[in-house]
């Protein structure tokens, strides 16, 4: 879809509440989704993550889109390709896509937005995550997940232009 066309499309102004937005449990984070492709002829897709303390997010790429991580409260420590970023409230980092990425969230957790572009990843999050019954974050697994489950993981990642390096 060319700029013209995506302009050319009617969109409709928005607003999502703080409590508003479809809250999935995702890799043990809390996320919200607050607009999607489809709200944004397809731009963007921002998700609100509340991340529970000493969170790692295992590596992984992005191969159809950036990532812009806005700290709402909290710190994380963000490694994108060499880049070790230690990220605070109030702090913006950016993730270019093909380049492997992690997080690992402070010992107080972080509350964060992830922006990207183009829209998609409420895709992949609704794929890969559980309805959150409550807007807390999910307790915390038992034991390590089994590898036939990684490697399910992995296939459904890779469908949506996602990969796990683990």
């Not at 957790?109 to 409420?122: A, D, K, N, Q, T």
């Amino acid at each position: 879809m060319t700029n013209e066309t995506r302009s050319a499309q009617a969109m409709k102004p928005i607003a999502v509440r703080s409590d508003e937005g479809e809250a999935r449990w995702w890799f043990g984070n809390l996320a919200v989704i607050k607009t999607t492709a489809h709200d944004s002829a397809g731009q963007l897709t921002i998700v609100e993550i509340t991340a529970p303390p000493g969170l790692e997010v295992p590596l992984h790429v992005h191969h159809r889109d950036d990532e812009g991580f806005w700290i709402l409260e909290g710190d994380v420590t963000l490694e994108v390709g060499d880049a070790t970023i230690e990220a605070h409230t109030g702090d913006y980092a950016f993730g270019p896509r093909n380049i492997p990425h992690r997080y690992t969230v402070g010992n107080d957790g972080c509350r964060m937005l992830f922006i990207m572009v183009p829209g998609g990843l409420e895709d992949l999050i609704r794929d890969t995550s559980d309805p959150a019954p409550s807007r807390t974050v999910p307790p915390p697994p038992d034991g390590r997940p089994d590898p036939a489950e990684i490697e399910r993981l992995k296939a459904v990642v890779a469908e949506h232009g996602y990969e796990l390096l683990i």
